[in-house]
């Protein structure tokens, strides 16, 4: 969320794209992220808001 990705392999991206087609999104409060990676933008508070709502919260960490 608040780390820089140079980039995504094919299976991160795959499961990006399958999290999408199930009406998810991958959030990242880094502006380069938006930009290279077509993640959506958001702030900490805007997370905030969003995690009260959500019924269903998956992950993602570097490895």
Known sequence: MDTQID???DNTQESI???RDME???YSTVP???ENLG???ISL???GEKLREM???IPYGLK
Do not use: C, K, P, W
């Open 17 to 19: 794209e399958m999290l």
């Open 32 to 34: 380069a992220n938006v």
């Open 55 to 57: 019924t269903h919260v």
């Open 45 to 47: 508070e805007e997370l």
């Open 24 to 26: 998810g999104e991958i």
């Open 7 to 9: 980039s995504l392999d």
């Open 39 to 41: 993640l959506e933008a």
